[in-house]
């Protein structure tokens, strides 16, 4: 079984950033030797290239060639200041958020980068407002006043303490008001941004090449001059690449099986480093209440009540991730185990007695879908679980569907699916970024669940309080309210691997609060 404990070992490096800055002189300055691009391996392709379009893992892309207001430098877990010089509430009542931003700001077509364009961008994401896109993230913003070149201020509608998170997210990159069209997403691929990195080429799905922008102002230490990003269909074909030293760092979608055989002593891949880091990701399920079953909380307290967590984890992913019970982490303030106070283990004949007393006598017809290309090589194979779990029940009929990620939004954006499998990598790290992103009638699923004593109490009372240690309160109530509706069924929480081989260094830097890769910070090794 997984050891989460194993110290480093000649094949697998899991290592803790103080040990390893502690024992190794390896950082260099801002100006590295170029010795080539790194290049990088994922099985997370984005979306989009556009910051209004998405909520979703073209975050990774972002936070590398577009800024923010604030950001996360090493080693942070609050905002920090980056295309901003400071921020700040200005009022008692964290209704007035002002921002200053760094003098000399530009973007990459030498665009001057001023409060005119943070504003446009704020005003873009809302205009525009994709459907289960970052317009979500502001629902507490009332109107952004620019009333000098660098002088932003954020005028909110009600209180929010944790407003400085959002504007840290990628999906507030500040765009060009020249570059990027007021109404409508831009096409193609010519992206203009403010980031570390410009993106030099970009082929959909396939490789987005990165190379240092000379204009970029903020924090970010660069410690390579280039980075190029491929796009897997699967861990197999990443891994091998690794291998082939065709790729210097696999980053998302390792399969369990790799991840395994990486940290196996008999392992033959002496020359690569694997780095465990904790997760705060999630997995779950989505019931739409469009559909005639899954609209029937019967159905979905049937399901709950049969889904067997722990099998899930072991035979699926094989111990490299774990049983969940709630839709907030374990690691996070507020944290419960809901589902299992509520339902226990899985039991058969409580199911069955769910549904006899909500008058259903027969099999319930239900199609779950996945994605095929986006969580990892195994999210076939836990969905195969499930529909085994579920039929062997006698109680359900379960019919599997998938499609590629970009297909995939469209679908569950338009309300086609009854029952689909998500995945979620935090905006931000705090309780509310797993319980406020998908409730309301906007949210991030596209799946409108109005639930109005979380969005009309728990979370405004929770928006008051700025040391959030204070809304543990608030935030085990809404979460009872999602295991009472059933609504969302989270499956298990995942853990950050990196794999990488053993020249390249910084891999234990490289993830922000909300596990998205810095790429900055990874680097080839000069000196130990």
């Given at each position: 079984m997984f050891n989460r404990n194993r110290c480093l070992r000649r094949v697998a490096a899991i290592a803790s950033i103080s040990a390893l800055l502690a024992g190794c002189g390896v950082l260099s300055s801002d100006t590295p030797e170029d010795e080539g691009p790194i290049v990088l391996g994922t099985t997370s392709a984005p979306s989009t290239l556009d910051p209004a379009a998405?909520?979703?893992?073209s975050w990774e892309l972002f936070r590398n060639i577009y800024q923010t207001l604030l950001s996360y430098p090493t080693g942070a877990s609050t905002p920090q200041p980056d295309a901003a010089e400071q921020c700040g509430f200005s009022d008692a009542s964290n209704q007035v958020y002002r921002c200053e931003l760094r003098e000399g700001l530009k973007f990459s077509n030498g665009d001057a980068l001023d409060a005119r364009a943070v504003k446009y961008s704020f005003d873009r994401i809302r205009k525009i407002n994709v459907n289960g896109g970052p317009a979500g993230l502001l629902g507490s913003l009332e109107r952004v006043q620019a009333p000098n070149d660098r002088e932003v201020i954020f005028h909110l509608n009600k209180p929010d303490a944790t407003f400085p998170f959002v504007l840290a997210t990628p999906a507030m990159s500040i765009v060009s008001p020249e570059a990027y069209p007021e109404?409508?997403?831009?096409?193609?691929?010519?992206?203009?941004?403010?980031?570390?990195?410009?993106?030099?080429?970009?082929?959909?799905?396939?490789?987005?090449?990165?190379?240092?922008?000379?204009?970029?102002?903020?924090?970010?230490?660069?410690?390579?001059?280039?980075?190029?990003?491929?796009?897997?269909?699967?861990?197999?074909?990443?891994?091998?690449?690794?291998?082939?030293?065709?790729?210097?760092?696999?980053?998302?979608?390792?399969?369990?099986?790799?991840?395994?055989?990486?940290?196996?002593?008999?392992?033959?891949?002496?020359?690569?480093?694997?780095?465990?880091?904790?997760?705060?990701?999630?997995?779950?399920?989505?019931?739409?209440?469009?559909?005639?079953?899954?609209?029937?909380?019967?159905?979905?307290?049937?399901?709950?009540?049969?889904?067997?967590?722990?099998?899930?984890?072991h035979k699926v992913y094989k111990d490299t991730v774990d049983p969940l019970y709630s839709m907030v982490p374990k690691g996070l303030t507020g944290h419960t185990t809901g589902f299992f106070d509520d339902y226990g283990d899985p039991d058969v004949a409580k199911a069955r007695k769910i549904l006899t007393e909500a008058g259903i006598n027969q099999r319930v017809p239900l199609t779950f879908w996945y994605t095929s290309d986006r969580y990892g090589s195994e999210t076939a194979g836990e969905f195969k679980?499930?529909?085994?779990?579920?039929?062997?029940?006698?109680?359900?009929?379960?019919?599997?569907?998938?499609?590629?990620?970009?297909?995939?939004?469209?679908?569950?954006?338009?309300?086609e699916y009854p029952v689909f499998g998500r995945g979620w990598f935090p905006d931000f790290p705090d309780a509310e970024n797993f319980i406020a992103p998908f409730v309301g009638d906007q949210n991030a699923l596209g799946t409108p669940y109005p639930a109005p004593e979380i969005t009309g109490d728990l979370l405004p009372r929770s928006r008051r309080e700025s040391d959030r240690a204070n809304v543990v309160k608030e935030f085990e109530e809404a979460q009872q309210v999602l295991v009472d509706d059933a609504r969302l069924l989270p499956l298990w929480q995942g853990r950050q691997y990196v794999a990488a081989s053993r020249d390249i260094s910084g891999a234990e830097r490289a993830m922000d609060p909300s596990t998205i890769m810095m790429l900055w910070e990874l680097h080839r090794k000069t000196a130990w």
């Open positions: 998405s909520w979703d893992s109404n409508s997403l831009i096409k193609g691929s010519d992206v203009v941004g403010s980031g570390p990195y410009s993106l030099d080429s970009y082929s959909d799905g396939k490789e987005a090449v990165l190379v240092r922008n000379d204009s970029y102002k903020g924090y970010a230490e660069r410690r390579n001059n280039a980075v190029t990003v491929r796009y897997y269909q699967d861990s197999a074909t990443m891994v091998k690449a690794l291998r082939d030293e065709k790729i210097d760092v696999t980053y998302r979608g390792l399969a369990a099986g790799d991840v395994v055989e990486l940290q196996s002593k008999s392992s033959k891949d002496e020359e690569i480093q694997l780095v465990e880091g904790t997760g705060t990701d999630i997995n779950y399920l989505v019931f739409n209440p469009k559909d005639s079953w899954a609209n029937k909380k019967a159905v979905r307290q049937a399901i709950a009540q049969i889904v067997d967590r722990a099998a899930i984890a679980e499930l529909k085994r779990q579920l039929e062997a029940s006698g109680l359900f009929s379960i019919s599997l569907k998938s499609r590629p990620w970009k297909t995939y939004v469209e679908g569950y954006q338009k309300g």
